[in-house]
């Protein structure tokens, strides 16, 4: 049938309304239709991409095959929207809302703290309400699995799980579903290694014996499970009976037209041959997740798409003699269910290649993607790190063909790609289905995948690997080698494959297989992809650790073999990685058996894990935990006898929590539209450095719905901007980085001024970029102003020192991504200059002066209003004004409210991040680990502007002590001017780069001396009373309590002895674990930003309106000021409300930052409060037993002032870096964590065992809020020292622009046990109410993750008989993990590449042979 040529009309049902579209757009998606056309903006754009969950929406629809309705959540940001035709959508506000009745997944992450600024939050709830919608009863791994799509940046997700543990079946038990895989109860085969407690089954301590050992687990939580609304599934809304109706009827072909894209959609399979026969440049879409990144972030066009999805032969599953044939259009999903069910019917040996399906599965992106994306899809992208191709090739997969020629079917062998994602399909044809064949009698497969993340990431190398075995023997009689990720297609290794078969399945074999693959699977140092020699050595590796299956298998199955067993402490390397159970936080009253501390007015909680009971030492067992242990982890309580309305110090909950849980909270973007509002697509440079020749809009011009285009000449007042004033609003003649805003395009909507946008054209002259540190160095490229600081006679210590240790480290950079990216909504008010912006910033003061700076009016003429932000983590502390002052510029220009909101991508490109640092270190010590002297020089990249690079430099010199008495410091800091955009604060601001250097050196030097790190890093510590290298006194020094009790909590020293032992009976998984301890200082180091303003109102029904100088970016600070108000005027919380953060409320406002807002903010608010409890003091007196709205009534009537500012700048505090003199700290955040880690050292992959922190944050406000920002920094730290990798061209180009190439933890990231435990008694003189600041000092504790890596790398090194100290730079990532661990396949990598390059006259093969032999012979006896 010919395509409608007018286009049909789309019908869909959202939130149980029916919609009628009859204009669709094919390039709409989903998303942008629900907040652009029906305001539904509680579903959120993170990415844009797939890649964070902010938009997942349930999907529901009426499958006629099965008969049945199924729910599945997906992304709304790749769904387009004429795939919903006979679709039912489900978002966030069609479950619950705080007006009715919250759903009880909205209500339950609200109520644990399990969302901070919210952003995240409501595609965490509609992942979860899928969940429940499919299966009312899940079991605690279901949960886990169903957020594999999500991110959350603030929370660390532990609260998240925590909430939603509620609803999990087997809420009490050990973390797996009771019986399950995995739970010691179930007696199944992975519990071979201790299931979810090491194989205590039934011992004390086990999940299973329903004894809790020696702790009464008494106490209260952080929230109250009883107040929870039960899950009724009977009340969800119903599937709408029309589409019930349609569904049973036959789908009749569909077209929908927009201005460049038409959209068919057959019903037949002669309908859609023919279409592809009309139309073979037209792309078949499925699941849009590739064709959808394709156009969105390739800037690719496909005119015709043709959706197959409704073909019922394209969705037909078969059992076949040889295998399940399964059709092209399939979702993975489905996939995934034929392929286990097909796994527990059939005989294991007939499933192997199937099982191997679903380990591929198991790591493939996250159910969003799952749920909607197609085999077909994966295999027809071509795309050389496809996870199922490799599989599929190895196992000789079959697919079908089919054209208006016929069928064909072709084997997915090596003639298959022909090069980077192409085939030998060709472009009239289809592929119709592939037949996944069973597996036979001895015959053995196992796939394997490493990438940067374990959960939601694509690889870096993957594999399938099957052998067949003649019979009954172990005589190779065919094998296939596949791998994705070693060249621009997938690939199979046929040379290796000849040459192994028919031979006997053995160590030669092995030694021969190692030569020949790495001779086979070869890399150009340049690859595209970068990491070479990590990418050959996993090819190796994976195949040992199959050489080792297979064996396993082989001895297990009887067959008479020649070959040795594998050796006991190899066996974990034959272990499929798996995810431990996230543990059951609860909190409990400490243990009286607790053995340092006394009780006291601050009672504590004890906030634990059940796992932590668990005492397993085995490979793929929780935490290598003491039995002896009594685990404890403390958290503050209120005094006795506070009034049960004084909030202060209880865990009220995030005051926008609620709102954030069911979408109604109101972010910078879900701002209604204006009538006439534009939208601004910024123009960036593509070049770091280049001078500008021209500038041409005409073809941008030509784009509907273009209105003008905006750049320097343009700017009414001043171009000139940024905290340095060395920064343009936009580039006139040379820009300085990739990124750098040019010009910006006006249009009437997003989609229009995107596309005009990317049709101007920039002539460039190309400059010499300088990039890195080491570039800057070699240039002398620095920012002014080198900083030092200088305390005794270095030389002498080092003269005095019995060693002296050099070194050096490099720490990368960290991208915010706050899931909220910036934003800016600025509406002209057309009156002397006047506008209002609303903007996502920390810094409503440096917005409104930039802003009108550019516009060239005064500051009054300027209103910045802040609501709430997705996230800052600093990253909003002066870079927003660099989208904002451009905002305003194009909305002073047209005189109408311009809007936009940057892509991730642009985001990621333009906004700077946390500063890479170089630290060069020379340390003088004494034999027994004390230090003597240090010198060090740290040298960051500050980017193309100062910014607050020197701020962050000073920050990082005031840190290079960490914790510890440095006699003898010589330190300088050097900010690098490069070619990259701008680096700024983040979450720590220096800090942590600067202590981490500190904790590099005191590791070698533990390492140097033959001491225990612990050891030295106590005998280090400062003391009350010691005085710091910046001569500040340290005092109320509670750090040397936190480590005790860390110490001790976390059961060290037993744990330590437990991971050697495990660490001894595993060869290639290894065990660390490392105490690290942290202090921060607090203030702002720019003395005059130590100060705050608050404006508090009191209407005459008694409700208060609260404003005070901070922003809200989650991290509960305005639930924390109204705890604050609340204790000093002594009304209920309920009365008082803070509306949004303003500058015409409170003006010079410093921005929220520096961890102090709670502290600066809160003494202004209660100063405030102060003021007007003076004025009412009278009333009081005159009327002792009347109401607060008494008071207020008469206060009214009789003329008192209800209206109060409040003020407060913190005294004493500044320091003079020329004379080492001064206080550049208010005060000292102390914190301890002890974290334990398994590497696998043949992938680099690494697990989160357990991390025990002990914090200092004095009388804590709100242990709810505290103990989320400890957790959220923590993960956060994660991130930056194991994880998040920030990849530039030499060029300075940013290659990793969005969550598909830059990981932050994932739900699987976090500490499998976490314990987070407030110190007692520990009141903060130099705080509101005795408490202390929060929000960056805890990230650093992350770095004990780190240099448990550290420990666990220096065991598997050990083995391969290196003790000395070696360089490990941050992130810690699988890469640098696997490399530091050097063994027999690195080593044979290096000498492929070092040496054999140079005797080409030897011919390359011959060369591997003699020299890596050596090698490959004696690895497997290194023991
Ligand atoms: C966030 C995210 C995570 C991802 N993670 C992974 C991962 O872990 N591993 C991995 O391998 N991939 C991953 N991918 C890639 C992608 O999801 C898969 O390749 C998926 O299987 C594509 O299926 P689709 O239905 O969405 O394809 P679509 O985008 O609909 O189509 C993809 C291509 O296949 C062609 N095509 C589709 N069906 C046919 C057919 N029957 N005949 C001919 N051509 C056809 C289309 O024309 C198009 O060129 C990820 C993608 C995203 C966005
Ligand atoms: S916005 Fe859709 S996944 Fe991130
Ligand atoms: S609460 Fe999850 S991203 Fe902020």
Same mark, same amino acid.
């Given at each position: 049938?010919?395509?409608?040529?007018?286009?049909?009309?789309?019908?869909?049902?959202?939130?149980?309304?029916?919609?009628?579209?009859?204009?669709?757009?094919?390039?709409?998606?989903?998303?942008?239709?629900?907040?652009?056309?029906?305001?539904?903006?509680?579903?959120?754009?993170?990415?844009?991409?797939?890649?964070?969950?902010?938009?997942?929406?349930?999907?529901?629809?009426?499958?006629?095959?099965?008969?049945?309705?199924?729910?599945?959540?997906?992304?709304?940001?790749? /769904?387009?929207?004429?795939?919903?035709?006979?679709?039912?959508?489900?978002?966030?506000?069609?479950?619950?809302?705080?007006?009715?009745?919250?759903?009880?997944?909205?209500?339950?992450?609200?109520?644990?703290?399990?969302?901070?600024?919210?952003?995240?939050?409501?595609?965490?709830?509609?992942? @979860?309400?899928?969940?429940?919608?499919?299966?009312?009863?899940?079991?605690?791994?279901?949960?886990?699995?169903?957020?594999?799509?999500?991110?959350?940046?603030?929370?660390?997700?532990?609260?998240?799980?925590?909430?939603?543990?509620?609803?999990?079946?087997?809420?009490?038990?050990?973390?797996?579903?009771?019986?399950?895989?995995?739970?010691?109860?179930?007696?199944?085969?992975?519990?071979?290694?201790?299931?979810?407690?090491?194989?205590?089954?039934?011992?004390?301590?086990?999940? @299973?014996?329903?004894?809790?050992?020696?702790?009464?687990?008494?106490?209260?939580?952080?929230?109250?499970?009883?107040?929870?609304?039960?899950? =009724?599934?009977?009340?969800?809304?119903?599937?709408?009976?029309?589409?019930?109706?349609?569904?049973?009827?036959?789908?009749?072909?569909?077209?929908?037209?927009?201005?460049?894209?038409?959209?068919?959609?057959?019903? !037949? &399979?002669?309908?859609?041959?023919?279409?592809?026969?009309?139309?073979?440049?037209?792309?078949?879409?499925?699941?849009?997740?590739?064709?959808?990144?394709?156009?969105?972030?390739?800037?690719?066009?496909?005119?015709?798409?043709?959706?197959?999805?409704?073909?019922?032969?394209?969705?037909?599953?078969?059992?076949?003699?040889?295998?399940?044939?399964?059709?092209?259009?399939?979702? &993975?999903?489905?996939?995934?269910?034929?392929?286990?069910?097909?796994?527990?019917?059939?005989?294991?040996?007939?499933?192997?290649?199937?099982?191997?399906?679903?380990?591929?599965?198991?790591?493939?992106?996250?159910?969003?993607? %799952?749920?909607?994306?197609?085999?077909?899809?994966?295999?027809?992208?071509?795309?050389?790190?496809?996870?199922?191709?490799?599989?599929?090739?190895?196992?000789?997969?079959?697919?079908?063909?089919?054209?208006?020629?016929?069928?064909?079917?072709?084997?997915?062998?090596?003639?298959?790609?022909?090069?980077?994602?192409?085939?030998?399909?060709?472009?009239?044809?289809?592929?119709?289905?592939?037949?996944?064949?069973?597996?036979?009698?001895?015959?053995?497969?196992?796939?394997?995948?490493?990438?940067?993340?374990?959960?939601?990431?694509?690889?870096?190398?993957?594999?399938?690997?099957?052998?067949?075995?003649? =019979?009954?023997?172990? %005589?190779?009689?065919?094998?296939?080698? #596949?791998?994705?990720?070693?060249?621009?297609?997938?690939?199979?290794?046929?040379?290796?494959?000849?040459?192994?078969?028919?031979?006997?399945?053995?160590?030669?074999?092995?030694?021969?297989?190692?030569?020949?693959?790495?001779?086979?699977?070869?890399?150009?140092?340049?690859?595209?992809?970068?990491?070479?020699?990590?990418?050959?050595?996993?090819?190796?590796?994976?195949?040992?650790?199959?050489?080792?299956?297979?064996?396993?298998?082989?001895?297990?199955?009887? !067959?008479?073999?020649?070959?040795?067993?594998?050796? #006991?402490?190899?066996?974990?390397?034959?272990?499929?990685?798996?995810?431990?159970?996230?543990?059951?936080?609860?909190?409990?009253?400490?243990?009286?058996?607790?053995?340092?501390?006394?009780?006291?007015?601050?009672?504590?909680?004890?906030?634990?894990?059940?796992?932590?009971?668990?005492?397993?030492?085995?490979?793929?067992?929780?935490?290598?935990?003491?039995?002896?242990?009594?685990?404890?982890?403390?958290?503050?309580?209120?005094?006795?006898?506070?009034?049960?309305? =004084?909030?202060?110090?209880?865990?009220?909950?995030?005051?926008?929590?609620?709102?954030?849980?069911?979408?109604?909270?109101?972010?910078?973007?879900?701002?209604?539209?204006?009538?006439?509002?534009?939208?601004?697509?910024?123009?960036?440079?593509?070049?770091?450095?280049?001078?500008?020749?021209?500038?041409?809009?005409?073809?941008?011009?030509?784009?509907?719905?273009?209105?003008?285009?905006?750049?320097?000449?343009?700017?009414?007042?001043?171009?000139?901007?940024?905290?340095?004033?060395?920064?343009?609003?936009?580039?006139?003649?040379?820009?300085?980085?990739?990124?750098?805003?040019?010009?910006?395009?006006?249009?009437?909507?997003?989609?229009?001024?995107?596309?005009?946008?990317?049709?101007?054209?920039?002539?460039?002259?190309?400059?010499?970029?300088?990039?890195?540190?080491?570039?800057?160095?070699?240039?002398?490229?620095?920012?002014?102003?080198?900083?030092?600081?200088?305390?005794?006679?270095?030389?002498?210590?080092?003269?005095?020192?019995?060693?002296?240790?050099?070194?050096?480290?490099? $720490?990368?950079?960290?991208?915010?991504?706050?899931?909220?990216?910036?934003?800016?909504?600025?509406?002209?008010?057309?009156?002397?200059?006047?506008?209002?912006?609303?903007?996502?910033?920390?810094?409503?003061?440096?917005?409104?002066?930039?802003?009108?700076?550019?516009?060239?009016?005064?500051?009054?003429?300027?209103?910045?209003?802040?609501?709430?932000?997705?996230?800052?983590?600093?990253?909003?502390?002066?870079?927003?004004?660099?989208?904002?002052?451009?905002?305003?510029?194009?909305?002073?220009?047209?005189?109408?409210?311009?809007?936009?909101?940057?892509?991730?991508?642009?985001?990621? $490109?333009?906004?700077?991040?946390?500063?890479?640092?170089?630290?060069?270190?020379?340390?003088?010590?004494?034999?027994?680990?004390?230090?003597?002297?240090?010198?060090?020089?740290?040298?960051?990249?500050?980017?193309?502007?100062? =910014?607050?690079?020197?701020?962050?430099?000073?920050?990082?010199?005031?840190?290079?002590?960490?914790?510890?008495?440095?006699?003898?410091?010589?330190?300088?800091?050097?900010?690098?001017?490069?070619?990259?955009?701008?680096?700024?604060?983040?979450?720590?601001?220096?800090?942590?780069?600067?202590?981490?250097?500190?904790?590099?050196?005191?590791?070698?030097?533990?390492?140097?001396?033959?001491?225990?790190?612990?050891?030295?890093?106590?005998?280090?510590?400062?003391?009350?009373?010691?005085?710091?290298?910046?001569?500040?006194?340290?005092?109320?020094?509670?750090?040397?309590?936190?480590?005790?009790?860390?110490?001790?909590?976390?059961?060290?020293?037993?744990?330590?002895?437990?991971?050697?032992?495990?660490?001894?009976?595993?060869?290639?998984?290894?065990?660390?674990? #490392?105490?690290?301890?942290?202090?921060?200082?607090?203030?702002?180091?720019?003395?005059?930003?130590?100060?705050?303003?608050?404006?508090?109102?009191?209407?005459?029904?008694?409700?208060?309106?609260?404003?005070?100088?901070?922003?809200?970016?989650?991290?509960?600070?305005? !639930?924390?000021?109204?705890?604050?108000?609340?204790?000093?005027?002594?009304?209920?919380?309920?009365?008082?409300?803070?509306?949004?953060? #303003?500058?015409? !409320?409170?003006?010079?406002?410093?921005?929220?930052?520096?961890?102090?807002?709670?502290?600066?903010?809160?003494?202004?608010?209660?100063?405030?409060?102060?003021?007007?409890?003076?004025?009412?003091?009278?009333?009081?007196?005159?009327?002792?037993?009347?109401?607060?709205?008494?008071?207020?009534?008469?206060?009214?009537?009789?003329?008192?002032?209800?209206?109060?500012?409040?003020?407060?700048?913190?005294?004493?505090?500044?320091?003079?870096?020329?004379?080492?003199?001064?206080?550049?700290?208010?005060?000292?955040?102390?914190?301890?964590?002890?974290?334990?880690?398994?590497?696998?050292? $043949?992938?680099?992959?690494?697990?989160?065992?357990?991390?025990?922190?002990?914090?200092?944050?004095?009388?804590?406000?709100?242990?709810?809020?505290?103990?989320?920002?400890?957790?959220?920094?923590?993960?956060?730290?994660?991130?930056? /020292?194991?994880?998040?990798?920030?990849?530039?061209?030499?060029?300075?180009?940013?290659?990793?622009?969005?969550?598909?190439?830059?990981?932050?933890?994932?739900?699987?990231?976090?500490?499998?046990?976490?314990?987070?435990?407030?110190?007692?008694?520990?009141?903060?003189?130099?705080?509101?109410?005795?408490?202390?600041?929060?929000?960056?000092?805890?990230?650093?504790?992350?770095?004990?993750?780190?240099?448990?890596?550290?420990?666990?790398?220096?065991?598997?090194?050990?083995?391969?008989?290196?003790?000395?100290?070696?360089?490990?730079?941050?992130?810690?990532?699988?890469?640098?993990?696997?490399?530091?661990?050097?063994?027999? /396949?690195?080593?044979?990598?290096?000498?492929?590449?070092?040496?054999?390059?140079?005797?080409?006259?030897?011919?390359?093969?011959?060369?591997?042979?003699?020299?890596?032999?050596?090698?490959?012979?004696?690895?497997?006896?290194?023991?």
């Amino acid at each position: 049938m010919a395509p409608n040529k007018a286009g049909d009309e789309l019908v869909f049902f959202v939130n149980g309304k029916k919609v009628v579209e009859k204009d669709v757009d094919p390039e709409t998606t989903l998303l942008t239709y629900l907040r652009r056309k029906l305001g539904l903006c509680g579903t959120k754009l993170g990415c844009g991409e797939g890649g964070c969950g902010a938009c997942t929406v349930m999907i529901s629809k009426y499958d006629p095959f099965r008969k049945k309705i199924l729910h599945h959540s997906a992304n709304a940001c790749l /769904f387009p929207i004429c795939a919903l035709h006979h679709v039912a959508v489900t978002t966030v506000e069609g479950i619950g809302n705080t007006k009715s009745r919250l759903h009880p997944a909205q209500e339950r992450i609200a109520k644990s703290h399990g969302s901070q600024c919210g952003f995240c939050t409501p595609g965490i709830v509609m992942s @979860m309400y899928t969940l429940l919608r499919n299966n009312p009863e899940p079991c605690m791994e279901d949960i886990e699995d169903a957020f594999q799509g999500n991110l959350c940046r603030c929370t660390g997700y532990r609260p998240i799980l925590e909430g939603y543990r509620t609803f999990a079946k087997d809420m009490n038990g050990c973390g797996r579903a009771a019986n399950s895989t995995g739970c010691c109860r179930s007696g199944k085969e992975n519990t071979m290694n201790g299931g979810c407690c090491g194989g205590k089954a039934n011992g004390p301590g086990c999940c @299973m014996n329903g004894k809790e050992d020696s702790v009464t687990m008494t106490s209260s939580s952080l929230f109250n499970s009883s107040e929870f609304q039960p899950l =009724d599934p009977t009340q969800e809304p119903i599937f709408p009976p029309e589409l019930m109706t349609q569904g049973n009827k036959q789908q009749k072909q569909m077209c929908f037209k927009g201005e460049r894209v038409m959209w068919i959609q057959p019903t !037949t &399979l002669n309908e859609l041959v023919a279409l592809k026969s009309q139309y073979p440049n037209a792309k078949l879409v499925v699941g849009n997740t590739e064709v959808g990144i394709e156009m969105r972030l390739k800037n690719l066009l496909y005119p015709v798409i043709i959706a197959p999805a409704w073909i019922p032969e394209m969705n037909a599953v078969q059992h076949t003699e040889t295998g399940v044939t399964i059709g092209a259009a399939c979702t &993975l999903k489905s996939v995934e269910e034929v392929m286990k069910k097909a796994v527990a019917d059939l005989p294991p040996y007939k499933t192997e290649i199937f099982q191997a399906v679903l380990e591929q599965l198991r790591w493939f992106a996250g159910p969003q993607i %799952r749920n909607v994306a197609a085999i077909g899809g994966n295999i027809m992208t071509a795309s050389p790190i496809s996870d199922l191709n490799p599989v599929l090739m190895a196992s000789g997969s079959k697919l079908t063909l089919v054209s208006k020629e016929g069928k064909r079917t072709v084997t997915m062998d090596e003639k298959f790609f022909t090069g980077y994602r192409k085939t030998i399909v060709k472009p009239e044809e289809i592929l119709l289905s592939v037949e996944i064949p069973y597996s036979r009698k001895g015959e053995y497969f196992s796939a394997f995948k490493q990438a940067s993340r374990r959960e939601d990431d694509i690889a870096i190398v993957t594999c399938g690997l099957r052998v067949l075995f003649q =019979d009954s023997t172990s %005589r190779v009689k065919e094998i296939k080698l #596949s791998y994705g990720g070693m060249a621009p297609t997938t690939v199979l290794a046929l040379k290796t494959c000849k040459e192994l078969t028919g031979r006997d399945w053995n160590e030669k074999l092995l030694q021969d297989a190692c030569r020949l693959l790495s001779g086979e699977m070869d890399l150009s140092p340049s690859a595209p992809g970068g990491m070479v020699d990590f990418r050959r050595t996993l090819t190796l590796s994976f195949f040992f650790k199959f050489y080792l299956t297979v064996l396993q298998k082989l001895s297990k199955s009887g !067959t008479k073999t020649m070959c040795q067993p594998v050796p #006991s402490n190899y066996i974990s390397a034959t272990e499929l990685f798996h995810k431990d159970p996230i543990a059951n936080a609860q909190l409990f009253q400490v243990s009286s058996s607790f053995p340092k501390t006394e009780p006291s007015s601050y009672s504590p909680f004890t906030r634990m894990s059940r796992s932590a009971f668990c005492s397993p030492i085995n490979a793929s067992s929780p935490s290598t935990q003491a039995s002896s242990s009594q685990p404890f982890v403390l958290l503050q309580e209120v005094p006795k006898g506070q009034a049960v309305e =004084d909030m202060v110090g209880r865990p009220l909950v995030h005051v926008s929590a609620a709102k954030q849980a069911s979408g109604e909270a109101v972010y910078c973007d879900d701002i209604p539209h204006y009538e006439n509002e534009l939208y601004l697509t910024l123009v960036t440079s593509t070049k770091a450095h280049a001078k500008i020749l021209s500038v041409d809009t005409s073809e941008a011009q030509t784009v509907p719905g273009f209105v003008c285009f905006v750049s320097a000449k343009d700017v009414p007042g001043s171009n000139i901007t940024g905290i340095a004033n060395d920064e343009t609003v936009f580039a006139q003649d040379v820009v300085t980085c990739v990124g750098h805003i040019i010009g910006a395009v006006l249009a009437d909507t997003q989609e229009h001024s995107r596309r005009a946008a990317k049709a101007v054209k920039i002539k460039y002259e190309e400059l010499q970029p300088i990039v890195t540190i080491q570039e800057a160095i070699e240039k002398q490229s620095f920012f002014k102003d080198i900083k030092r600081i200088n305390k005794g006679d270095v030389k002498k210590g080092f003269e005095e020192s019995d060693h002296i240790l050099e070194g050096e480290m490099y $720490l990368g950079g960290q991208e915010h991504f706050y899931l909220e990216t910036h934003c800016t909504l600025a509406v002209p008010k057309g009156e002397d200059g006047e506008m209002e912006l609303f903007v996502s910033t920390q810094n409503p003061m440096k917005t409104q002066e930039f802003a009108a700076n550019a516009l060239g009016v005064p500051s009054n003429r300027i209103v910045v209003r802040v609501k709430r932000m997705g996230g800052g983590f600093g990253g909003k502390e002066t870079r927003s004004t660099v989208l904002t002052s451009v905002v305003a510029v194009a909305a002073f220009k047209t005189g109408r409210a311009v809007r936009c909101m940057l892509d991730r991508d642009e985001d990621m $490109l333009i906004s700077g991040g946390r500063h890479p640092f170089l630290g060069r270190y020379k340390v003088g010590f004494m034999k027994n680990g004390k230090v003597k002297s240090l010198e060090v020089s740290y040298y960051s990249n500050g980017g193309n502007s100062v =910014d607050l690079s020197h701020g962050v430099m000073d920050r990082a010199l005031l840190h290079l002590d960490n914790s510890y008495n440095i006699p003898n410091v010589s330190s300088m800091g050097v900010v690098c001017k490069t070619n990259l955009p701008s680096n700024t604060a983040f979450r720590g601001f220096g800090g942590p780069q600067g202590m981490m250097i500190a904790e590099c050196w005191m590791s070698d030097l533990a390492q140097k001396c033959g001491l225990p790190p612990e050891e030295v890093r106590k005998l280090n510590l400062y003391h009350e009373g010691d005085t710091t290298h910046f001569n500040q006194k340290l005092e109320g020094f509670t750090l040397q309590r936190c480590w005790d009790e860390c110490l001790s909590s976390s059961s060290y020293h037993s744990r330590k002895k437990l991971i050697e032992e495990f660490n001894k009976q595993n060869r290639w998984k290894k065990r660390g674990i #490392s105490i690290i301890p942290t202090k921060f200082g607090i203030s702002f180091t720019v003395p005059f930003l130590n100060q705050a303003g608050a404006l508090v109102h009191v209407y005459t029904d008694g409700s208060v309106l609260l404003t005070h100088g901070g922003t809200e970016m989650g991290q509960g600070l305005h !639930t924390k000021m109204i705890q604050v108000a609340s204790r000093a005027l002594g009304v209920p919380t309920s009365k008082i409300y803070i509306s949004e953060t #303003s500058t015409n !409320t409170v003006p010079n406002t410093s921005p929220t930052a520096a961890s102090v807002s709670a502290d600066i903010n809160g003494m202004a608010v209660y100063n405030a409060c102060q003021t007007i409890l003076k004025r009412l003091e009278p009333i009081k007196q005159s009327n002792p037993k009347g109401s607060w709205e008494d008071w207020i009534k008469t206060a009214y009537e009789s003329c008192v002032s209800l209206s109060a500012t409040g003020f407060y700048r913190i005294p004493e505090v500044g320091y003079n870096f020329e004379k080492n003199e001064g206080k550049p700290f208010s005060y000292f955040s102390y914190g301890v964590a002890c974290s334990e880690v398994e590497i696998d050292c $043949l992938t680099g992959d690494h697990k989160n065992i357990r991390t025990d922190i002990v914090m200092d944050v004095g009388t804590s406000l709100n242990p709810a809020i505290d103990i989320g920002q400890i957790e959220g920094a923590f993960v956060q730290g994660i991130g930056l /020292f194991t994880m998040e990798e920030l990849r530039y061209s030499p060029e300075g180009n940013l290659y990793t622009r969005g969550p598909g190439m830059y990981k932050i933890p994932a739900f699987g990231d976090i500490p499998a046990e976490f314990n987070v435990s407030l110190l007692r008694d520990c009141p903060n003189s130099k705080a509101v109410y005795s408490s202390k600041a929060v929000g960056e000092p805890p990230l650093f504790l992350s770095a004990s993750v780190f240099y448990a890596i550290k420990d666990a790398i220096y065991s598997a090194r050990k083995d391969s008989g290196l003790t000395e100290a070696f360089r490990l730079d941050s992130p810690a990532t699988p890469e640098r993990i696997r490399n530091a661990c050097v063994d027999i /396949f690195t080593k044979m990598r290096i000498l492929s590449f070092a040496e054999c390059e140079r005797m080409d006259t030897f011919g390359y093969r011959e060369c591997l042979s003699e020299k890596c032999a050596g090698y490959v012979m004696t690895w497997y006896h290194l023991d």
